[in-house]
């Protein structure tokens, strides 16, 4: 059985590199045999802008973390560089500068399904959806009670009307400003379906840019500062009694016009 994960794909020079979760099923023992899949709108029939690249390394975060989810991230590293297209497009990174203030509007894409139950028949097209920042200090309040830690190096959105129930962990949270597309976090975890007051959590990229520049050194990747305007209503944020919660790895996500997979073969 084919084993998908999601991803993003980087702007670099001399070759290419898709930004994913380190937790992704599979990827720490990943191989020569796997492949990335660019450019796919379904996950069922032709893709018609589809092109294929296989994966030569995959660079997971040295401190990662399997029980606290800390530092969940990874560098998957093409074999041969990718021909940008109107339907394939790489994204900026968000400099260690960049402010996120609640409620900054970000989005989440993929093959993401929002029923509760597991029988529903395949992936839909590609989906998106809206999902405002929440701050770390309202994040963590929400999930005081579920064993989960809120770090620096995370950072939360809130999903409008209804969660992503299902999908695929390791995809980007990605906000625009000045038409420009900046990747500020990469799926960690999430609430579950029945709970969608709860946010989904991301690993926060504008944390990782040292490493991410010390690994690909010579590469080029772009990152780009995301800035906030006034000041963070999260620095006054008081935390109220909370209910329990049981937090859960989603298994949503992403991706904007571009939809990164990548598949054992």
């Known amino acids: 059985m084919a084993t998908s994960v999601e991803g993003h794909l980087l702007p670099t020079s ?6 994913t979760a380190s937790k992704c099923k599979g990827i720490q023992h990943i191989s020569r045999a796997w492949v990335v899949y660019l450019g796919r709108q379904s996950q069922n029939g032709a893709n018609k802008y589809e092109v294929k690249r296989s994966v030569s390394e995959i660079i997971i975060h040295p401190q990662y973390n399997d029980t606290t989810l800390d530092n969940d991230i990874a ?15 790489p994204i900026c990174l968000a400099s260690n500068s960049s402010q996120f203030y609640n409620p900054a509007s970000c989005w989440v894409t993929g093959w993401a399904n929002d029923n509760k139950s597991d029988t529903q028949p395949g992936p839909p097209p590609l989906q998106q959806a809206r999902v405002p920042v929440v701050g770390n200090a309202a994040c963590s309040c929400s999930y005081l009670q579920a064993n989960k830690s809120i770090t620096d190096k995370m950072i939360c959105a809130r999903p409008e009307g209804k969660a992503a129930c299902q999908g695929y962990s ?4 990605q906000c625009m400003q000045h038409s420009v597309w900046i990747q ?5 975890f999430g ?4 709970r969608p007051d709860y946010p989904e959590v991301y690993s926060r990229v504008s944390e990782f840019q040292t490493w991410i520049k010390d690994e690909v050194a010579g590469a080029g990747v772009g990152f780009k500062t995301f800035a906030s305007n006034g000041t963070d209503p999260d620095n006054s944020f008081v935390c109220p009694n909370s209910s329990p919660v049981a937090a859960a790895h989603t298994r949503v996500f992403i991706a904007i016009s571009v939809a990164v997979g990548l598949t054992s073969i």
Do not use: E, N, W
């Open 14 to 19: 001399g070759y290419s590199l898709q930004l």
């Open 75 to 89: 560098l998957v590293k093409l074999q041969s560089p990718v021909t940008f297209s109107d339907h394939i497009r």
């Open 170 to 173: 390791g995809g980007p949270l």
């Open 184 to 188: 500020a976090g990469v799926a960690v």
């Open 191 to 194: 609430q579950r379906c029945d």
